[in-house]
């Protein structure tokens, strides 16, 4: 069974929608009479009580008494939905865990969760966590609106506001699915962000137009250093693309000869994460067949270790990784477990921090429940929530010094230092 978990078990990381007066009264007047006119009570088909396996006790008798008064005395009955009555209850279950990545996804929201981790949606191109409780960006993706809008890494989110979808809304409290939903949307309409970032005084609004977000899982680039080239590889994160998109990159750095190549740069800058079986298949392209690249930690006490599984085709070349505030769970796990096991150095900014693995489950409605089972343990046993990987050699982000402004990777200063490491 749990081998089963494990095959699914993702991490997200992951990021993401008036007539006064007289007329007012009677149009409302009018809907309420009609509402009541056409409405009937909802038909409730199943009352079956869960199987409870755990000891605890609740009383599902009050959720009835709860559902009838309200079916029998809410004043605009067009209003009560029970498909809607229903998620809204499972929402509440489910958030009552207090874990923001444990949550109950009605069927659009996990549509839209599964196109993301496809790697095509239409939106503004961030993902969405939480830091120290508060809605965050993990990370925004190269060359979509938020970037071009200056949206970074570790910004907090404070309120959304969208005219055409009628929302204006502080973002304490709410939901990482509800967040996701609110800020996508049709390419071309427009979302308006107000954010606050660490260091600063005040918050500050962006407006942001949506767009088709296609993301690229890995890209690779040669940098010409003297006689001898490095293979930069950027990758942006684990989703469903990743490990085909990977073999093709991996097949043209094989190819060269072994004096042309200097060395590997593993860019993991802003990578939010995924698929928890990517981070081990890829640990494998620069680990030996049988080390650790992690271990889930479960409730009860189990632990698993993940293991290196192939026999990759970089186990020999000069590896350096990059690692920044939006490099989150999967990246994290794949540089914890290349730094534990010395086959490389690290530079950049200490990581995001999310050490917990979600499993997801689908249901026959196409909604999805994404539950926290365990937390993940690099090889050294540490717990990286809220931590982060922290970087044998730090060196600090520079906007206006980004190579992907610039053109010239040599501005890239975190890129120049893993360069020069090799």
Do not use: C
């Not at 008494?65 to 309200?70: E, F, G, I």
């Not at 966590?129 to 809605?135: A, P, S, Y």
């Not at 977000?213 to 250093?225: A, D, N, P, R, W």
């Not at 073999?247 to 200097?262: D, F, I, N, P, T």
């Amino acid at each position: 069974m749990k081998d089963t978990m494990k095959l699914r078990s993702w991490l997200l990381a992951v990021t993401l929608m008036v007539v006064s007066g007289t007329v007012g009264f009677e149009l409302g007047e009018q809907k309420l009479r009609i509402s009541f006119r056409n409405w009937k009570p909802a038909v409730v088909y199943n009352q079956t009580a869960p199987v409870d396996t755990s000891g605890a006790k609740a009383d599902f008798s009050h959720f009835w008494v709860v559902w009838d008064k309200l079916s029998a005395e809410y004043v605009d009955k067009s209003a009560l939905v029970p498909e809607k009555m229903v998620d809204g209850a499972i929402s509440g279950m489910v958030a009552a865990a207090g874990d923001p990545y444990t949550v109950y996804l009605p069927p659009q929201q996990n549509k839209e969760a599964k196109e993301d981790l496809g790697g095509s949606f239409e939106g503004v191109g961030i993902q969405l966590g939480f830091k120290d409780g508060k809605l965050a960006v993990v990370s925004p993706l190269e060359g979509m609106p938020a970037v071009r809008a200056g949206v970074r890494a570790g910004d907090y989110i404070v309120h959304i506001k969208d005219d055409k979808k009628k929302v204006d809304r502080d973002t304490d409290g709410m939901s990482l699915p509800e967040a996701v939903r609110l800020i996508r949307g049709e390419k071309g309409t427009r979302v308006e962000l107000t954010l606050f970032r660490e260091g600063g005084k005040d918050t500050f609004k962006v407006n942001l137009e949506r767009d088709t977000i296609v993301v690229k899982s890995v890209e690779l680039q040669m940098l010409e250093t003297g006689e001898e080239k490095v293979g930069w590889i950027k990758l942006n994160r684990f989703g469903d693309r990743t490990q085909e998109e990977w073999a093709g990159v991996v097949g043209q750095l094989a190819s060269m000869q072994a004096e042309q190549l200097r060395g590997v740069v593993l860019d993991l800058r802003n990578n939010p994460g995924g698929y928890l079986e990517g981070a081990v298949w890829i640990a494998g392209e620069f680990l030996p067949a049988g080390k650790i690249v992690v271990s889930q930690q479960y409730g009860d006490g189990t632990k698993i270790d993940e293991k290196v599984k192939r026999n990759g085709q970089l186990l020999k070349q000069s590896v350096v990784v990059i690692v920044n505030k939006g490099s989150a769970s999967a990246a994290e796990i794949l540089a914890g477990a290349l730094q534990d096991h010395g086959r490389v150095e690290v530079t950049g900014e200490q990581s995001f921090g999310k050490g917990s693995v979600q499993q997801p489950d689908d249901f026959p409605n196409g909604s999805g429940l994404h539950v926290t089972i365990a937390r993940w343990l690099r090889p050294n046993g540490e717990w990286i929530d809220k931590k982060g990987i922290t970087p044998d050699f730090e060196v600090k982000w520079e906007p206006d010094e980004n190579a992907s402004d610039s053109g010239d990777w040599k501005s890239d200063l975190q890129l120049v230092k893993a360069v020069e490491i090799l």
